[in-house]
């Protein structure tokens, strides 16, 4: 009988090399090498302290991402929940001996890098969830009892990051698990319910919410309220993005970033300075590259033989696409500035660490797609 | 094993079917980014674009330096001087409030001020500068300075402002101060220039000639950042000082008129007969200009618009006056180019006459006697005109006085300038409502009744009686070029005799308008005037002039401003003796020299008396110093041409 594990062990570190997705990784070194170069602009076209750093990071990164791809799947499989444990105990640790920065405690200071933990749970919570449905049969999926554990799961993470506070972060984890319990087949009534209970809480919810975060909603609903307010952060990207025209402005010529018009250039809003720069043609450049991304991770998970890499990687793949999505969204004000970065291009260690290591593990679902786990 | 196995496929089919909605909603939103990118970048771009420009770029306006204007040998008469200001820019104060009130105890800032201030401030952009004091004395500006350190926002300035060197100019130059909202709206040139310390022209030659002496603005651009500092210049426009203007007026002699106008209300016009070149237009009493610059204050005002003498209105065009027996020399010729009368008709004077059932008095109680029309015009017999009036008729009088400039205004873009009134029948039907009245007709023979003039227009018939009878079109500013040649034409005329048609090419040409149906008439007017002026008996003899080419002529008038009771006329009431606000205005005309004549002058004082005692003498002193200066004014020309 046909022993699938043996083909697993055969596989040599030129088999891997070959089997590593060439439009994925040249997609990743391209928005890398922009990210650098977006990075020189912001810091007013000199070689200062956040071009370094970022250079280094995605260097480092890069790298994790081939070590991240050459470990087997199995591997990965093995270690999700003990994964996204030791992010949630991290998360949990945060309340306690985070730093606070402007207002909200997100990061563990670690020496060599101040982490973000909320960053990785976004990977620990997909990983939890693949790994969790891969477990159950079909048939279970829709059993309240089988049901608790996913949403205990989500629930508990999200809400740790909300109380940070960083409603943009929060948000962008549930996307994930979300996208896990939604391709397990959980029915489509248990979404709406979930929908209803959450547009009936949003109110009381809403009353949670920090002052700051109450006025970006309503700013958003109309960002004429207060132009120099809440309201001034979707303008002025406007005004970037839209004076950018077909071309740019040019490399180094963004006036809006140059003038210190755009807030949190380096982070949520490169896109907007990236976007004033090269115009039109350079923002749909961007686009493409994130595109190819997610076009690749889909592909690996439609080559992927098990349901735990057809999991993540369709989860990823639809959580990448919705960092983007909602990143864009925000800067072209379509929707409220909730804080959420651009993956790879935004300056930001634990960003950058959560999205690579994601990246690196779709990989090894593709080279490793015939593997059978569990 | 294999029930696993089914599970599975049945598992992967769930999740490719899952993932197959989601790929279709992924779809939708790169759409809407994709759309959201177009509209922004491509549809909207230009909006964007200026709205970036408006982000990076801030301009800083200031007003330039005004115009100067001169007389006609280039002594300044408004010019521009460096003044001490104090701006402040509110953006970059710490605490507007306090820094006020720390200004209130190095300056002298009211309350009210302050309450003003901090309206303006209110409603213009934060980087806009009001300015605290546009004028501030050295020892302020230098206090000022001192403690800079600790006021944060403020900028001492040196700017430049309009100063008047002359009071006796003050009229006819006019003033400058801010610009109000019906500038702006009146005067369509000032929209893009209203800045902070601009001023605007608001009277006489100032508010003529405000569009071509303001400028145009300068303004500093700059790049600034978030913060509206600035990161670096982009350009600079020192903008353009405004036009210079020579005018025809004389320093001296303008200076000499108000000297003799000093203590009186009333005003001198000089004109050139031939260039229409205005000398001299003085009024009195007069007032300081450089007071409305930087704004004047309660007290001056209400002292200016209270006085008896009405300082701010000029006397010369906004005043108007009965022209008195000033306008026997237009029913002269009137009624000469109308062959009402002979000349050598002659009447008897009794002091009155009876028409109409109504009595008409001659300013001579005791009656001239038997005069004829010379003498008529030398003694200025009242008597004799009634008659000439009667025969005339007030339409025909009024026909030949609108020809010589009457009833209508003689410069151009003087918004205080009176058109005045010259009465006739249809006049009184459409103003009044009522029929003319025989009686009015002599009445107005010596102009009494309805008439309104004003100096500048009798100045302006009298140059075109002594000139020959052409018209001619005052101007104040020197390079209206309009007549000139009319002089050289007139002599040539005259010199080389009767060819009419050369004469009338030349004057089509030129457009001169001749006055007159046949210039015997006029002249006979000159020589009455001669009579008046250099004989005894005449009404100015007094004032005459004996020396070579001084010797002048003119008229007296005197305009009555109420009318004689039978009572007073009995006890002889002399106007020194009634309330000021009673007596008669004086008027005098004259032409000068007589031989070769060359200007023309009329002088009106303002509850003065007679003619003949308070106008004339003035007359006199000024014809004088006029005629002494002549050739240094030919001089100039002949300077100005080669320059």
Redesign the interface.
């Known amino acids: 009988m046909f022993k699938p594990g043996a083909i697993v062990s055969r596989l040599t570190f030129r088999d891997k090399v070959f089997s590593l997705d060439i439009i994925l990784i040249v997609s990743i070194l391209l928005l890398g090498i922009i990210s650098c170069f977006a990075m020189y602009s912001t810091d007013g076209g000199e070689f200062a302290y956040h071009t370094k750093s970022h250079i280094v990071r995605f260097f480092i990164f890069f790298l994790l991402f081939f070590v991240v791809s050459f470990f087997s799947s199995t591997f990965w499989y093995n270690s999700s929940t003990i994964f996204y444990l030791i992010v949630l105990v991290l998360l949990i640790s945060v309340k306690y001996f985070g730093l606070t920065s402007s207002g909200s405690q997100r990061w563990l200071n670690l020496y060599f890098l101040n982490l973000q933990p909320s960053e990785l749970m976004k990977i620990g919570l997909i990983l939890f969830l693949a790994k969790y449905y891969h477990r159950i049969s079909s048939t279970d999926v829709n059993r309240l009892r089988y049901l608790l554990q996913p949403l205990i799961a989500l629930i508990a993470p999200v809400l740790l990051v909300v109380i940070q506070p960083d409603l943009g972060t929060s948000v962008l984890i549930a996307v994930g698990g979300i996208a896990v319990i939604w391709l397990a087949g959980v029915k489509m009534q248990f979404f709406a319910y979930l929908g209803i209970i959450f547009l009936s809480t949003a109110p009381v919810v809403i009353s949670f919410l920090k002052p700051y975060q109450k006025s970006r909603i309503l700013t958003f609903l109309d960002p004429s309220r207060d132009p120099l307010g809440a309201g001034y952060q979707i303008t002025q990207s406007k005004i970037a993005i839209g004076s950018g025209g077909l071309f740019g402005k040019g490399f180094l010529n963004g006036s809006q970033s140059y003038l210190d018009y755009l807030p949190e250039k380096h982070t949520d809003f490169i896109f907007t300075l990236f976007s004033e720069e090269f115009g039109f043609f350079g923002s749909i450049s961007i686009l493409t590259l994130y595109m190819l991304i997610t076009w690749r991770i889909v592909s690996i998970g439609n080559m992927v033989r098990g349901s735990f890499g057809k999991f993540y990687c369709y989860s990823f793949a639809t959580a990448f696409f919705i960092y983007v999505a909602v990143n864009m969204g925000m800067v072209l004000g379509l929707i409220p500035i909730v804080g959420a970065p651009l993956p790879i291009l935004s300056y930001g260690g634990s960003s950058m660490m959560a999205i690579m290591l994601g990246l690196g593990i779709a990989m090894s679902c593709g080279i490793h797609k015939d593997q059978v786990i569990g | 094993m294999i029930s696993?196995r089914a599970?599975?496929e049945?598992?992967?089919q769930?999740?490719?079917r899952?993932?197959f909605v989601?790929?279709a909603a992924?779809t939708v939103?790169?759409l809407?980014?994709?759309g959201?990118?177009?509209s922004?970048?491509?549809n909207?771009?230009n909006?964007?674009?200026t709205?970036?420009d408006k982000?990076?770029f801030r301009e800083w306006k200031f007003a330039p330096p005004r115009g100067i204007i001169k007389d006609y040998f280039g002594n300044e008469i408004a010019s521009n001087k460096q003044v001490y200001q104090l701006h402040v820019i509110p953006e970059n104060t710490e605490n507007i409030n306090s820094l006020f009130f720390r200004l209130k105890t190095i300056l002298n800032l009211s309350d009210k001020d302050i309450f003003r201030l901090k309206r303006k401030i209110a409603s213009q952009k934060p980087w806009d500068p009001v300015i605290v004091s546009d004028n501030l004395t050295w020892s302020e500006f230098s206090r000022i300075n001192l403690f800079l350190h600790e006021l944060q926002g403020v900028e001492p300035t040196i700017s430049v402002a309009r100063v008047y060197h002359q009071e006796s100019f003050s009229h006819v130059i006019g003033y400058v101060s801010q610009i109000s909202k019906k500038d702006l709206q009146n005067k369509e040139y000032l929209r893009n220039m209203n800045v902070v310390g601009m001023r605007v022209g608001k009277t006489g030659l100032e508010n003529k000639l405000d569009p071509e002496m303001v400028g145009s603005i300068g303004y500093k651009r700059y790049?600034?950042?978030?913060?509206g500092k600035r990161?670096k210049e982009i350009s600079i426009s020192q903008g353009e000082s405004g036009k210079t203007f020579k005018t025809t007026l004389d320093l001296e002699l303008q200076k000499l008129s108000t000297k003799l106008l000093k203590d009186k209300t009333g005003s001198v016009c000089v004109m050139d007969i031939y260039k229409g070149d205005i000398v001299i237009m003085a009024s009195s009493p007069t007032f300081d200009p450089n007071k409305f610059v930087h704004g004047i204050s309660q007290k001056d005002w209400k002292q200016l618009t209270q006085h008896r003498g009405k300082p701010l209105v000029n006397k010369a065009m906004s005043g108007l006056y009965p022209p008195g027996s000033t306008i026997k020399t237009l029913v002269t010729i009137s009624a000469l180019e109308n062959d009402v009368v002979n000349p050598k008709m002659v009447q008897q004077c009794k002091g009155h006459i009876e028409l109409y059932g109504e009595k008409f008095h001659c300013w001579k109680k005791k009656g001239h006697g038997f005069v004829d029309m010379k003498e008529a015009i030398k003694q200025s017999c009242d008597v004799y005109f009634y008659e000439v009036a009667r025969r005339l008729g007030v339409d025909r009088l009024s026909e030949t006085a609108k020809k010589f400039g009457l009833g209508k205004k003689v410069l151009e873009g003087f918004l205080e300038e009176k058109q005045g009134v010259v009465p006739n029948t249809k006049w009184k039907k459409t103003n009044i409502g009522q029929n003319w009245y025989l009686g009015e007709t002599l009445h107005s023979g010596i102009g009494q009744g309805y008439w309104q003039t004003t100096p500048l227009q009798l100045c302006l018939v009298m140059a075109q009686i002594a000139n020959g009878g052409y018209q001619i079109k005052p101007k104040i500013i020197l390079r209206d070029k309009s007549f000139e040649g009319l002089e050289e034409f007139i002599r040539n005329e005259e010199t080389s005799g009767e060819n009419l048609n050369a004469i009338e090419g030349f004057i089509g040409k030129l457009k001169y308008k001749t006055l007159f149906k046949n210039q015997e008439n006029i002249n006979f007017v000159k020589e009455a005037l001669f009579k008046a002026t250099n004989e005894p008996r005449g009404t100015s003899y007094r004032s005459r002039l004996t020396k070579k080419g001084f010797i002048f002529a003119g008229k007296t008038g005197t305009s009555q401003i109420r009318k004689f009771t039978a009572l007073q006329r009995e006890l002889e009431i002399k106007n020194v003796d009634l309330p000021y606000e009673q007596r008669d205005h004086a008027l005098f005309v004259a032409f000068a020299p007589y031989h070769d004549p060359r200007y023309a002058i009329s002088v009106v004082i303002e509850h003065g008396g007679s003619g003949s005692s308070s106008a004339a003498p003035i007359a006199k002193q000024v014809i004088k110093k006029l005629l002494e200066r002549h050739s240094l004014r030919e001089v100039q020309q002949i300077k100005g041409e080669s320059a």
Do not use: C, H, T
């Open positions: 696993d599970g599975g049945s598992k992967i769930l999740i490719s899952r993932m989601i790929s992924k939103v790169i809407g980014i994709v959201r990118l177009i922004l970048q491509i909207e771009s909006k964007y674009k709205l970036s982000n990076r790049e600034v950042n978030a913060f990161i």
